[in-house]
């Protein structure tokens, strides 16, 4: 018979990624949920998917409210981890912009919107997992998913058109056409680049259309990161459940950059992770089902 952590696996780490934000650390926690489940008396778990799910929870939360301390000095805007992605059934759900606003949220809070809004696990079990009254699960719920909508509406473009502004996009960046980014960058459009002291960055948001153009035209002339233009390559990718694109240079992936589109076809965010800490799941070229 299938062991029930080898059927709920994939289940388990994108519960974990999605309260981490980092494919390292919720790696950890599956693994450390593995070892809890191997000395677990089997006979006296009668729900192995609940089971797992609180393992897997409350290693996550110890975890983020470690991880957090340490975002409290980062150097420059904090960006989740990326990841490839096989087509999830909501990519919103595991979107760059859906991860940065649930950063906003407390880690319990975090938890709560994840297993309640995401996987749709009833209070009760919530309750379980985070060893929490019910009614207290209920209020915070409430409270996130308030927070989470008052943030991030939900995305309404279709994939199609996602893959059309993204391919429009970089062919305009690289090709540093800057009236063609101008025709598709919202006028309040917000770059964040997380180079995490690592790589030389922008140390702050960078807004509006006019500057953030002007920031992408050079890719194509300027060497970035000591790699010539000339060897710089970029490949489409679903990163993040979303049309999205990786930098290359000899040996080594330099950056991801992915874009949160309004329905109306402008990019309203660009997330471009260049942190070296941060690609090695890129690097590996490793999919996940989340």
Not at 70 to 98: C, F, H, K, N, Q
Not at 133 to 148: D, F, G, K, L, T
Request: net charge negative.
């Amino acid at each position: 018979m299938t062991d029930p952590f080898d059927t709920h696996r994939n289940l388990l780490f994108a519960v974990a990624y999605r309260i981490l934000g980092s494919a390292a650390d919720a790696e950890d926690a599956v693994q450390d949920a593995w070892i809890r489940w191997s000395a677990a008396d089997r006979a006296e778990v009668a729900d192995p998917k609940a089971y797992l799910a609180r393992i897997v929870t409350n290693e996550s939360l110890a975890r983020l409210r470690d991880a957090q301390r340490r975002r409290e000095v980062y150097a420059g805007p904090w960006l989740p981890e990326p990841i490839l992605t096989d087509s999830p059934a909501d990519p919103d759900s595991v979107s760059m912009a859906m991860l940065v606003v649930l950063e906003t949220l407390s880690p319990l809070e975090r938890a709560i919107f994840v297993l309640r809004e995401v996987f749709d696990f009833s209070h009760a079990e919530i309750a379980a997992a985070v060893d929490r009254s019910e009614e207290s699960v209920r209020q915070a719920a409430h409270r996130a998913r308030e927070h989470v909508t008052a943030r991030r509406p939900r995305f309404t473009a279709t994939r199609a058109q996602q893959r059309e502004v993204t391919d429009r996009f970089f062919a305009a960046a690289t090709g540093g056409d800057v009236n063609a980014l101008m025709e598709l960058l919202s006028p309040e459009v917000t770059l964040w680049t997380d180079g995490g002291g690592k790589v030389r960055q922008a140390l702050r948001p960078v807004v509006g259309a006019e500057v953030v153009a002007a920031w992408f035209a050079s890719l194509g002339t300027a060497t970035y990161q000591g790699v010539a233009p000339a060897d710089m390559r970029a490949e489409p990718a679903e990163i993040n459940g979303l049309p999205g694109m990786i930098f290359s240079g000899p040996g080594r992936v330099i950056a991801t950059i992915t874009l949160d589109i309004s329905p109306d076809g402008r990019v309203l965010a660009i997330h471009n992770v260049a942190n070296p800490d941060k690609l090695g799941a890129i690097a590996k070229g490793d999919h996940y089902r989340v």
